[in-house]
């Protein structure tokens, strides 16, 4: 009994992993992600074992409340390959620290328009002294078994904000200045509608506001990134600096290949159905 057990503590007593999303962020690697909107562990294990640089969770948006969150970042540890992010349902200090006390290791804030207010996301976020998380016991440290997460959490979690009106536009250098802010994210749905184009994120006007904003984040040092689906957009970001960008969402997916097989098999059955009729 002594002997295992001083062996096994020897196992789980050990250094929390690095952050490799926040690392790869910082020397502008470029990293392509997927956007889990299903709120479904199953599908964000598949996902996160398709290739992807990363995995969003979204709270704000998708069907991701608190046990949905922990079995969807419980799936996703079981794959180095791809990190994790979680895009919180709002800015709230409370929610932002149950979040990472879940273990996010990286958080999307949306809705963030002015400097002040990024501040003191990161403030939430971090522990004493660059800010006022509570301590306590959490899967993010696993529990203590990470012996020195309290000393590295600071240093290994990723803060990034979201672009998405346009008084956020307009204070987008403030904003991205913030110490703390690790990178910027442009919500193009919301910023179109914004600017008085709702539900036309393809306009080209949006486009260039896109555009405009992934240049000034990069021109101050910061990473840029977004969520686009459009292939050759999302290209043309990254050759302007973007250096994180979703390019499809679970939901979607599964909607499309859906309707496309369905559409496929009746389309391939009409011509044989034909072809036996002229028998």
């Known amino acids: 009994r002594d002997f295992c057990l001083s062996r096994g503590l020897g196992d789980v007593y050990k250094r929390q992993p690095k952050n490799e999303f ?8 470029k990293q392509l992600g997927v956007w889990l909107a299903m709120g479904n562990s199953i599908s964000a294990e598949i996902c996160a074992g398709a290739g992807y640089d990363f995995a969003v969770i979204d709270a704000e948006h998708g069907a991701s409340h608190s046990s949905a969150l922990n079995s969807q970042l419980q799936a996703i540890a079981g794959y180095q390959a791809c990190d994790e992010l979680v895009r919180a349902p709002s800015s709230d200090p409370v929610i932002l620290r149950q979040i990472i006390d879940a273990g996010a290791r990286s958080i999307l804030v949306p809705m963030v328009n002015t400097p002040e207010q990024a501040t003191s996301i990161v403030k939430a976020c971090r522990f004493p002294p660059q800010g006022e998380r509570g301590i306590g016991s959490s899967r993010a440290a696993r529990w203590g078994r990470y012996n020195d997460y309290y000393q590295r959490a600071n240093a290994e979690l990723c803060i990034m904000v979201q672009i998405e009106t346009v008084l956020a536009m307009d ?18 749905a919301d910023l179109a509608a914004s600017m008085g184009y709702i539900g036309r994120t393809a306009d080209p006007v949006v486009l260039e506001a896109v555009t405009e904003c992934v240049r000034r984040i990069t021109a101050l040092g910061k990473p840029a990134g977004s969520l686009i689906m459009d292939t050759a957009f999302a290209i043309e970001l990254m050759n302007e600096g973007a250096s994180f960008i979703a390019v499809t969402i679970d939901s979607k997916l599964l909607m499309t290949s859906l309707e496309k097989v369905l559409v496929d098999t009746k389309t391939l059955m009409a011509r044989h159905l034909k072809k036996q009729s002229t028998l």
């Open 22 to 29: 926040k690392a790869k962020l910082q020397t502008r690697t």
């Open 171 to 188: 204070n987008l250098e403030a904003i991205t200045n913030v110490e703390g802010v690790d990178g910027v994210f442009i919500g193009a």
